[in-house]
């Protein structure tokens, strides 16, 4: 049953997988589990993870989170870094083709659910659209503090002190806040959330976004959502605020100046070059700043 | 006497009929009497000499007054700085230290102190205690300096733990440290017994400097002399003994 | 001649047993503002479980343990919620452990580590975090520059000495030590227990000090209560059970210390 597909071919829907991989019971207690993440913006919901065709590590969270929502008439997107075209995205959408058969796409307006690994889109979301996230380490104290009994008690009290430790650590150490990913962030004003490792420069997007956002965590078994239009404020101290980071150039492909820029080594000398890290959004710019015929060929 | 309830009202130490017994209980049980039927009255501005060999258990008195040593009979009022006259035997903890900190002193022969502590700290620190005792720790110090410097403590040992002194040093930081922080009952045990003769003629000048001030002190002078200089009067120990 | 009214922890009847077996024996004793008192006794007195007891860390088996809090006077320790209990373990209480390193966050900086409570009540100004970090490190000896230094780069006697930087920087009124001094070299030992000294002279705080070194209680505490078996056999002022011992067993004791 399992030939190697020709890479153009689009993979089929196999009728003897239920839709979306899990059984029905299963996708209804993980959308409990969200519904109550939603209710409770920010705060990790338990949830029964399953075993998945693929092993930890590698998006199982993400990948139970969408199959649990996902529906016959939604348009997924899926991107690994940014990029649609990595192994992992294209692997992940290759899977949801064969147990779904939804429309998929690289157009990050065109999607209903875009999953996505560490990373945020560059396209401003919209309502209606959700973005699951796949999370490794949903506890945002984890490496300050190991035990998972006193880590529930510190959330449950609001004791973020340590959150403040950390950061006060680097202050020291750096002379500035050393964290560029999964920084920290304080949701609706009420528990502190891991936002998956994604760049900082990445964590203005998500204060007040028109989109659902959902963190699927499977190996630790948690899931948790930050609701439309929340706020969501990256720790800092009063003397040295939260800071995003910046380049001196614009990408090399598209010009733009105002996405994540990928560090591209493309040869043994050292070379480099800058490269916008959302693929779509690279395409997207290029087709605005060059005329049709002359599109330059896509690098990946 | 026996002791009755109301003490002397201006009396800074009374105390009626006490009686002070050792149990050795590692030893059988063993009691060992040392006093009986102790009585002293000591009022402002006087200087009271115990005398009598040794054994005769005038350290005792010395320690029961200051509640070292727990009374097996008998009352000792010691009258606190508001003129309340407060019966030891029968105050708590709290109360003994309150009395311990403004209304006696008690220079022992031994100097005890927490070693590799500076002996101008030493000295200092009764002005130190509480948290609004009014000094500042330099201020503090700087009164140390000058009682050191009264009691012809080399400058150069200012800096140093005491525990390597002679023991006539370690006697004047004693004495210096008791002195810096006057209070109205003063009891001294052989203030003078390690001393040279100017340094036991400035105890001479310090003890009657007290004594016009007010305070009463009870003390223990092995030397005749200056026994004879400060005591205006002297209790013999010896009608006091306990008969086992 | 007192101005207060009740103490700052009052304990009554306090019995903790672990079955059948009673290590802690109704004991009752009243703390006052500014006073040290000295748990003395050997091992399997009970004497660990007792602090441990007073301080909120072991429910006694009956008894009551309560403190003045600010504001509303003695309240039963054990009938504050989780969240109070433990602000109040922040902030107006301290513990300082026998082993500084259950006391301290190993793998975070000295400044981190004392300033730690200050960011826990609400502190987000990182100057003046670490200007009061470095007032404390100073006031407890410890060079400031090791300010961003980790405590296992530290001696024994500065890691203690960190662990009551920490645990101080609130003021607390109450502070909970548990043979503070043991295993450290005699040398600094002596000048541990003289910085304690003058802290708790300094800021007129309460302590309860469980040790096994009658030298530490004579010269840290006012007070002192000897264990033995679970029961208060001797309590008073420190000199006094010291120098007069009543019970067999303080006799006992006392005659025990070997002279240096």
Redesign the interface.
Same mark, same amino acid.
């Given at each position: 049953m399992d030939q190697p597909e020709a890479s153009s071919a689009a993979p089929v829907r196999d009728p003897h997988i239920n839709f979306a991989y899990l059984d029905e019971r299963t996708k209804r207690m993980i959308r409990r589990a969200i519904l109550k993440a939603v209710a409770i913006p920010g705060y990790q919901v338990p949830f029964g993870s399953r075993e998945m065709p693929l092993p930890y590590g590698w998006g199982t969270g993400g990948i139970q989170v969408t199959a649990s929502i996902i529906g016959p008439d939604d348009v997924l997107k899926v991107i690994d870094q940014g990029s649609d075209d990595t192994v992992n995205a294209v692997n992940i959408r290759r899977f949801f083709q064969r147990t779904t058969g939804v429309e998929v796409t690289t157009d990050t307006t065109a999607a209903s659910i875009i999953q996505t690994r560490h990373r945020i889109p560059e396209t401003p979301l919209q309502a209606g659209q959700i973005l699951v996230y796949q999370v490794p380490v949903p506890e945002p104290m984890q490496h300050?503090e190991p035990r998972e009994v006193e880590t529930r008690?510190l959330h449950a009290?609001q004791?973020y002190?340590?959150m403040?430790?950390n950061l006060?650590?680097d202050?020291?150490?750096y002379g500035h806040i050393a964290t560029t990913y999964d920084y920290p962030v304080l949701v609706n004003g009420r528990y502190i959330m891991s936002p998956s490792p994604i760049p900082k420069f990445d964590n203005p997007k998500m204060h007040q976004n028109p989109a659902l956002q959902l963190f699927g965590a499977g190996r630790e078994k948690r899931i948790y959502a930050v609701p439309p239009f929340t706020d969501v404020e990256s720790l800092g101290?009063?003397?040295?605020p939260f800071e995003v980071q910046h380049w001196d150039h614009p990408c090399e492909i598209c010009g733009a100046r105002d996405s994540f820029l990928d560090e591209v080594l493309t040869d043994d000398q050292g070379s480099r070059m800058f490269v916008c890290s959302d693929s779509d959004y690279c395409a997207k710019q290029q087709a605005l700043h060059t005329p049709p015929n002359t599109l330059p060929p896509e690098t990946v | 006497m026996t002791p009755t309830q109301t003490p002397a009202p201006t009396a800074l130490l009374d105390m009626q009929s006490v009686g002070k017994q050792?149990?050795?209980?590692?030893q059988n049980?063993t009691a060992l009497p040392v006093l009986s039927g102790f009585d002293l009255r000591l009022l402002p501005g006087e200087c009271v000499r115990l005398s009598g060999p040794s054994g005769m258990g005038k350290s005792t008195v010395l320690?029961l007054a200051f509640?070292?040593?727990?009374a097996t009979s008998g009352r000792i009022w010691v009258r606190?700085t508001?003129g309340?006259q407060i019966d030891i035997t029968q105050a708590d903890?709290?109360?003994?230290?309150?009395l311990r900190s403004h209304a006696m002193g008690y220079v022992s022969q031994f100097l005890r102190v927490?070693?590799?502590?500076a002996a101008i700290d030493i000295v200092a620190a009764p002005l130190?205690?509480?948290?609004d005792s009014g000094f500042t720790p330099a201020q503090a110090r700087e009164q140390a300096a000058l009682w050191l410097t009264r009691l012809r403590i080399a400058p150069a040992l200012w800096q140093l733990p005491p525990a390597t002194f002679s023991g006539g040093e370690q006697q004047r930081i004693n004495i210096a440290r008791s002195f810096i922080k006057p209070r109205p009952l003063l009891l001294l045990d052989e203030p003078t017994a390690s001393l040279d003769p100017e340094n036991t003629q400035t105890v001479i000048e310090l003890i009657a400097q007290a004594r016009a001030q007010g305070i009463g002190i009870l003390g223990i002078f092995h030397d005749a002399v200056v026994a004879q200089a400060v005591a205006s009067r002297t209790v013999a120990m010896h009608s006091f003994q306990a008969t086992p | =001649? &007192?101005e207060l009214t009740q103490p700052l922890l009052r304990v009554q009847n306090l019995h903790c047993a672990y079955g059948a077996r009673a290590v802690v024996r109704d004991i009752s004793l009243d703390l006052?503002p @500014?006073?040290v008192l000295a748990i003395v006794g050997e091992s399997g007195s009970g004497k660990t479980t007792l602090l441990n007891a007073l301080a909120a860390r072991h429910a006694p088996t009956s008894g009551t343990v309560a403190f003045a809090m600010r504001g509303s006077g003695l309240q039963d320790i054990y009938a504050l919620s989780?969240?109070q209990a433990?602000l109040l373990a922040r902030t107006d209480w301290g513990f300082v452990h026998q082993h500084a390193a259950d006391g301290l966050?190993m793998n975070?900086?000295a @400044?981190?580590n004392v300033?730690?409570?200050l960011?826990? #009540?609400g502190q987000? &100004?990182?100057?003046n975090?670490?200007a009061q970090a470095g007032d404390w490190l100073a006031r407890v000896e410890i060079d400031p520059s090791r300010? !961003?230094d980790r405590p296992d780069t530290f001696s024994g006697g500065m890691r203690q000495r960190l662990q009551i930087a920490r645990n101080l920087i609130t003021q607390p009124r109450l502070v909970f030590m548990d043979e503070p001094t043991s295993g450290l070299d005699v040398?600094v030992q002596?000048?541990l #227990?003289?910085m304690l000294?003058m802290l708790t002279? %300094? =800021?007129?705080l309460a302590a309860v000090i469980v040790t096994h070194d009658l030298a530490v209680a004579r010269?840290l505490a %006012?007070?002192m209560l000897v264990m033995q078996g679970g029961v208060a056999v001797e309590t @008073? #002022?420190t000199? %006094?059970v010291l120098? !007069?011992p009543? &019970?067999?067993y303080t %006799? #006992?004791l006392v005659?025990s210390v070997l002279p240096p």
């Open positions: 300050l008690k009290l004791e002190g340590l403040h430790v006060f650590e202050l020291a150490h101290f009063e003397d040295h | 050792f149990v050795l209980h590692l049980s320690k509640g070292n040593y727990r606190d508001d309340q903890a709290r109360t003994v230290l309150h927490i070693p590799r502590v130190l205690e509480g948290p | =001649m &007192h006052w @500014g006073e989780e969240a433990r966050r975070v900086s @400044g981190a300033a730690e409570r960011m826990a #009540l987000r &100004h990182y100057g975090l670490r300010i !961003d040398s002596a000048r #227990l003289d000294r002279r %300094q =800021m007129n010269l %006012q007070r @008073g #002022l000199d %006094q120098d !007069d009543q &019970h067999p %006799q #006992l005659s």
